[in-house]
């Protein structure tokens, strides 16, 4: 149904837009000289193979370097200057936006300082250049081409799935909603800048918090470093003497259908977080009794053992497991399950080192058990414990803190790139 036409807005194919503002695309842009053709880079023959990088020259830009409005070119090949300025195009400059288009479809940056005068782009990657930015703000039309007008528009022009391309003429078809004065479009470009600044800021709150865990972890579960009012020595024991209860997970029969979907939660490898509280996927009672599995009681430590191993955390809720997870339930005079969880997340390189196999590699509760660890009597386990769930409750904290902020910044793009919201 069409949209009632409040005063001051009009009509588009993209919805209701002000007055003032215009519903343009790439091509119209193009053809008015504001922005530059845009371009890719080399196909063909010509195109740089694996066999011409070198370990310094021109930055050599793939679409996985383009990720979440980040230019990443530490990480990316070069490609001899030589070799460079003898290419016919793609050579992207500092101030220029960047836009995957083929397979990974739709991510965008900014080329920032770079060491050579230009950057060499794949036929993977689109450079926009703004030639008259009186007419368009560069910040502006980054923010608009990582809104959900354009994406959608984006995605849907490039076919979709694994094998989703737009071509540069296909872009020029692209959809550009554009406010006529230069100060609303820096207005608008301002105001998502900040809340990616505000994004930006948490995230590497986080980091930072995540390394100061990662310490406390090396130094609180090795004994290098000890609480107050504890002292004594730590005690070299296999993990056999603080277990009371340990067994691998198992599947029923897939062909019965049957054996799923009723009340018994059942962990698989996705389902493992620090703390599990519920699981993508369940058993019914008479799956369970039909495979080795077994039902864990809430509290028990959960521990993949073959595949991806050493993915840790307890479980809140009675539990199954899938094989190559298993549950361990520990004697609570020895062992404290949450010291135990974060004693397994600083020790899954020994536990790797254990692994056994000829094509899938795991480590069997036979092997486990053997393990040894250096470990603390049961009160200064809970006592460190406590030191590392209290960090943890501040990372998720602040992770709940970036995911709101992602969700204002969201309804923000929406207000702003639709002139719903006006700034000025």
């Not at 694996?50 to 370097?65: K, T």
């Not at 936006?97 to 920032?112: D, F, R």
């Given at each position: 149904?069409?949209?009632?036409?409040?005063?001051?807005?009009?009509?588009?194919?993209?919805?209701?837009?002000?007055?003032?503002?215009?519903?343009?695309?790439?091509?119209?842009?193009?053809?008015?000289?504001?922005?530059?053709?845009?371009?890719?880079?080399?196909?063909?023959?010509?195109?740089?193979?694996?066999?011409?990088?070198?370990?310094?020259?021109?930055?050599?830009?793939?679409?996985?370097?383009?990720?979440?409005?980040?230019?990443?070119?530490?990480?990316?090949?070069?490609?001899?200057?030589?070799?460079?300025?003898?290419?016919?195009?793609?050579?992207?400059?500092?101030?220029?936006?960047?836009?995957?288009?083929?397979?990974?479809?739709?991510?965008?940056?900014?080329?920032?300082?770079?060491?050579?005068?230009?950057?060499?782009?794949?036929?993977?990657?689109?450079?926009?250049?703004?030639?008259?930015?009186?007419?368009?703000s560069r910040d502006y039309l980054f923010h608009y081409f990582n809104g959900s007008i354009f994406q959608e528009h984006l995605k849907l022009l490039s076919g979709g799935g694994t094998r989703s391309y737009i071509g540069i003429t296909a872009q020029r078809m692209l959809r550009v909603v554009l406010p006529r004065r230069i100060v609303e479009q820096n207005a608008i470009a301002d105001a998502l800048s900040d809340a990616d600044a505000r994004i930006a800021a948490l995230e590497a709150l986080i980091a930072k918090k995540r390394d100061i865990k990662q310490a406390a972890m090396q130094q609180l579960l090795t004994g290098k470093t000890r609480l107050p009012g504890f002292s004594?020595?730590?005690?070299?024991?296999?993990?056999?003497?603080?277990?009371?209860?340990?067994?691998?997970?198992?599947?029923?029969?897939?062909?019965?259908?049957?054996?799923?979907?009723?009340?018994?939660?059942?962990?698989?490898?996705?389902?493992?977080?620090?703390?599990?509280?519920?699981?993508?996927?369940?058993?019914?009672?008479?799956?369970?009794?039909?495979?080795?599995?077994?039902?864990?009681?809430?509290?028990?430590?959960?521990?993949?053992?073959?595949?991806?191993?050493?993915?840790?955390?307890?479980?809140?809720?009675?539990?199954?497991?899938?094989?190559?997870?298993?549950?361990?339930?520990?004697?609570?005079?020895?062992?404290?399950?949450?010291?135990?969880?974060?004693?397994?997340?600083?020790?899954?390189?020994?536990?790797?080192?254990?692994?056994?196999?000829?094509?899938?590699?795991?480590?069997?509760?036979?092997?486990?058990?053997?393990?040894?660890?250096?470990?603390?009597?049961?009160?200064?386990?809970?006592?460190?414990?406590?030191?590392?769930?209290?960090?943890?409750?501040?990372?998720?904290?602040?992770?709940?803190?970036?995911?709101?902020?992602?969700?204002?910044?969201?309804?923000?793009?929406?207000?702003?790139?639709?002139?719903?919201?006006?700034?000025?």
């Open positions: 149904m069409q949209e009632k036409i409040r005063p001051g807005y009009k009509q588009t194919d993209i919805g209701l837009v002000p007055e003032d503002w215009d519903v343009l695309l790439v091509d119209d842009l193009v053809m008015s000289g504001v922005i530059e053709k845009p371009m890719d880079g080399n196909h063909g023959a010509i195109h740089p193979k694996s066999s011409d990088f070198v370990d310094f020259g021109v930055p050599f830009v793939m679409a996985n370097h383009v990720y979440q409005g980040v230019l990443d070119l530490d990480t990316c090949p070069h490609i001899s200057r030589k070799q460079a300025d003898s290419l016919q195009k793609g050579f992207a400059r500092s101030g220029d936006i960047l836009l995957t288009h083929k397979a990974t479809i739709g991510e965008t940056a900014i080329v920032g300082k770079i060491p050579f005068d230009y950057i060499m782009l794949t036929p993977q990657v689109t450079f926009y250049r703004v030639r008259m930015p009186e007419k368009i004594g020595e730590w005690e070299v024991k296999p993990l056999g003497d603080l277990i009371s209860a340990i067994g691998d997970g198992g599947t029923p029969a897939t062909s019965n259908l049957q054996n799923f979907g009723g009340g018994v939660h059942w962990v698989v490898i996705d389902d493992i977080k620090p703390e599990i509280w519920t699981t993508k996927n369940s058993l019914s009672e008479a799956g369970l009794a039909r495979c080795s599995a077994k039902l864990w009681p809430a509290g028990t430590l959960i521990l993949s053992t073959g595949a991806t191993i050493g993915e840790v955390g307890v479980a809140r809720i009675p539990v199954a497991t899938k094989q190559g997870i298993c549950g361990i339930v520990f004697d609570p005079r020895s062992a404290h399950v949450q010291f135990m969880k974060y004693w397994f997340s600083l020790n899954r390189p020994l536990l790797l080192s254990k692994a056994q196999g000829s094509t899938i590699f795991e480590v069997r509760p036979p092997t486990l058990v053997k393990i040894e660890g250096l470990f603390p009597e049961i009160v200064e386990q809970t006592a460190i414990a406590e030191i590392l769930s209290d960090m943890d409750a501040e990372l998720a904290a602040l992770e709940a803190e970036v995911e709101k902020a992602h969700t204002i910044k969201q309804g923000m793009m929406q207000n702003l790139l639709t002139g719903k919201v006006r700034l000025v």
